[in-house]
T-cell receptor
Framework: GQNIDQPTEMTATEGAIVQINCTYQ??????LFWYQQHAGEAPTFLSY????GLEEKGRFSSFLSRSKGYSYLLLKELQMKDSASYLC????????????FGAGTRLAVHP | GAVVSQHPSRVICKSGTSVKIECRSL??????MFWYRQFPKQSLMLMAT?????????EQGVEKDKFLINHASLTLSTLTVTSAHPEDSSFYIC????????????FGAGTRLSVL
């Protein structure tokens, strides 16, 4: 079966750091993605991890541990515009690039 | 990054009519595209995989006669919601794999369908 878990909601303060966790149990693994989605808009790509470790990209970092079926997205120096849903997605093996999405974490950033 | 264009962005239609949604990869070719459905405050649910030159692959529980998919060319896939009913009202989003290694899914802006 396919199961991707992430917290439903989180709140944080402007300027702070927040970590959004994602655990997965999938029949096959070929990479993990994080997307940001503002309400009523399409998801935008944030990060991609296929090997264990930390990938850093500006204020955003993503970590993967394949043995633990675990990833997190770290957002630093939070800004109000970071208020959005953050979607964790696992790519299934095979040639179609099929993604399986978690339910998403709604992050609210307060002043 | 690669650009995926989706049209229209919003549709309001009467129950029983059919609605066509287009998804185009603007600066790259996509032999595969994906169609998702998203209800408010929920995540994306994959409906089907659109394959250029062959039939679409539908996820379990998705009616292929209800949601017709045509991958007309290497840059265009269409989703037609046939005989739409109010329960079909939703946010429909397409995506296509792009980038150098075709690893990353790029999403269209989405289509909000409201069936009266």
């Amino acid at each position: 079966g396919q199961n991707i878990d992430q917290p439903t909601e989180m709140t944080a303060t402007e300027g702070a750091i927040v970590q959004i966790n994602c655990t997965y149990q999938t029949s096959g693994f070929n990479g993990l993605f994080w997307y940001q989605q503002h309400a009523g808009e399409a998801p935008t790509f944030l990060s991609y991890n296929v090997l264990d470790g930390l990938e850093e990209k500006g204020r955003f970092s993503s970590f993967l541990s394949r043995s633990k079926g675990y990833s997190y997205l770290l957002l630093k120096e939070l800004q109000m515009k970071d208020s959005a849903s953050y979607l964790c997605a696992v790519r299934a093996p095979g040639g179609y690039n099929k993604l399986i999405f978690g339910a998403g974490t709604r992050l609210a950033v307060h002043p | 990054g690669a650009v995926v264009s989706q049209h229209p962005s919003r549709v309001i239609c009467k129950s029983g009519t059919s609605v066509k949604i287009e998804c185009r990869s603007l600066d790259f070719q996509a032999t595969t595209m994906f169609w998702y459905r998203q209800f408010p405050k929920q995540s994306l649910m994959l409906m089907a995989t659109s394959n250029e030159g062959s039939k679409a692959t539908y996820e379990q529980g998705v009616e292929k006669d209800k949601f017709l998919i045509n991958h007309a060319s290497l840059t265009l896939s269409t989703l037609t919601v046939t005989s739409a009913h109010p329960e079909d009202s939703s946010f429909y989003i397409c995506s296509a794999p792009g980038g150098e290694a075709k690893n990353i899914q790029y999403f269209g802006a989405g289509t909000r369908l409201s069936v009266l």
